[in-house]
């Protein structure tokens, strides 16, 4: 059987503390539009985005509610769920 193209190669690590390096360089106070509609995967984005300092937009559960706040919330960036229920 033969061995994978990628056999033996070791992902290279960029930042030791990924969040804290995205964090430092929005400038201002970072703003997260989440768009998801499941509660409870929600609940968890929702606290692990504000321990790391992010202020929540939205959330949004729905496409019509998340295009209203993508038009008229200022927002650094978004975290969109891929199967959303209308």
Known sequence: ????????????????????ALTKAVSGNPRILIVEDAE???????????ALGWEVVGPAARLADALKLAQEATFDAALVGNNLDG
């Open 40 to 50: 409870l995967v929600l609940m968890d984005i929702v606290h692990v985005i504000r």
């Open 1 to 20: 059987m033969a061995e994978p193209a990628n056999a033996g190669v070791s992902p290279t690590i960029v930042s030791q503390e990924p969040a804290q």
